[in-house]
């Protein structure tokens, strides 16, 4: 038979009353479960921040496509790059009037290359026709010379363009899957020299945030203060000191301070509208004052019937003219209100004029009417 020590029964009662505490969701029991504690998103250095000077560089050329079927282009810029061409080549022209083919397009190459780009790496370039060109489909872009902004050639591009489509034109008729007068080239240009890219200065590093935010400004310095002194400078900067043992070794501590987290920040509320499309994008956090919302539309619908006026058989100095009719109906839909209340989340009124059947057009312009009244807390931006 088992004794029950009284440091026993304490260590029971122990557990006991610890068990208790565990619970604190109510069951069907009258007990009370464990709620699991929300925790904010942490977001890495890496992902929302780039090192000042650390960038792409952008590159551009002009070259010729040729292996086009009779959907090139005839300008006189490509007939006197199609002569020097041929010129450079060996080939004996007159003039150019002895170029006489459409299978040839002039167009511009472009490219963007990353940072710490080498000798030999190979980029995607885009090649866009200048003139005329019908399509670009089936040509192929001979050796293109690709230059910086400051005329240094960087690379060169050459090799067969992919459209990502086709385009047919016979007989009056055309068919078409995707535009055909620009097309891509995989790893089409080749790097003839290495990228120098410098990375912060002698004393440290400016981390730049993709977004300006001071409270994730803010938050940034202050977990990047466990690895090295760091300062937020305004919205957007952060200046971080390489300690000493890193001077040498920046690649290292860069390493480190990229996995660093960060607690995420609520966002501005915003709401975003795209009037070509017809998207509207609401943010979270997004409220409304008090206000009442009244929305109709007013239709015009103009119909035009062509008729003929045809004399009488023996009306010698009368003859046949053309009549146009127009009927204009104007159609004016019944307006509706709608009041809503203070704290109104957009939500709220989202489902409200949807259950009237508002389209999406109407719901920009209403949104745009809130906003100037002053109802709508968020920013509204149109894109």
Do not use: C
Request: proline content about 4%; cysteine-free; aromatic content about 2%.
């Amino acid at each position: 038979m088992n004794i029950l020590t009284l440091p026993r029964l304490h260590k029971l009662l122990a557990n006991g009353i610890a068990a208790l505490l565990l619970l604190s969701v109510t069951s069907p029991l009258g007990w009370v479960l464990p709620q699991p504690t929300a925790s904010a998103a942490s977001l890495r250095i890496k992902d929302i921040t780039h090192i000042k000077g650390v960038r792409e560089n952008q590159l551009v050329g002009y070259g010729l496509v040729v292996g086009l079927n009779r959907t090139g282009d005839q300008s006189r810029s490509t007939l006197n790059a199609e002569f020097n061409f041929i010129r450079n080549m060996g080939g004996r022209l007159a003039n150019q009037n002895d170029i006489r083919s459409t299978n040839t397009a002039a167009v511009v190459v472009t490219a963007t290359i990353p940072a710490f780009s080498k000798s030999g790496d190979r980029i995607d370039v885009l090649v866009s026709s200048m003139a005329d060109a019908k399509s670009l489909e089936g040509g192929t872009l001979i050796v293109t010379q690709l230059m910086a902004p400051n005329g240094e050639v960087v690379a060169l591009a050459q090799g067969p363009i992919s459209t990502g489509g086709t385009s047919v034109d016979a007989g009056g008729s055309s068919t078409r899957t995707a535009i055909t007068t620009t097309g891509r080239i995989p790893q089409g240009a080749i790097m003839e020299r290495d990228m120098y890219t410098e990375i912060g200065d002698d004393f440290g590093v400016d981390l730049i945030l993709d977004r300006n935010d001071f409270s994730m400004a803010a938050r940034v310095a202050k977990a990047v203060k466990v690895l090295a002194p760091a300062k937020a400078m305004d919205g957007s900067s952060v200046r971080v000191t390489i300690p000493d043992e890193f001077i040498d070794d920046k690649i290292s501590f860069l390493a480190q301070l990229e996995t660093i987290r960060v607690d995420s920040i609520d966002d501005i509320s915003k709401v975003v509208v795209n009037e070509r499309t017809g998207t509207i994008v609401i943010g979270n956090g997004v409220r409304l004052l008090p206000a009442a919302v009244a929305h109709g539309g007013i239709t015009v619908k103009v119909q035009t019937t062509n008729s003929v006026s045809q004399p009488g058989a023996f009306s010698p100095s009368a003859e046949t003219v053309g009549v146009t009719n127009s009927e204009i109906d104007v159609i004016e839909n019944p307006g509706s209100l709608i009041e809503l209340g203070g704290n109104a989340s957009l939500g709220d009124l989202v489902a409200a004029l949807n259950a009237l059947g508002v389209t999406p057009n109407d719901l920009i312009s209403i949104l745009q009417a809130l906003k100037s009244a002053g109802s709508l807390e968020a920013k509204l931006e149109i894109i």
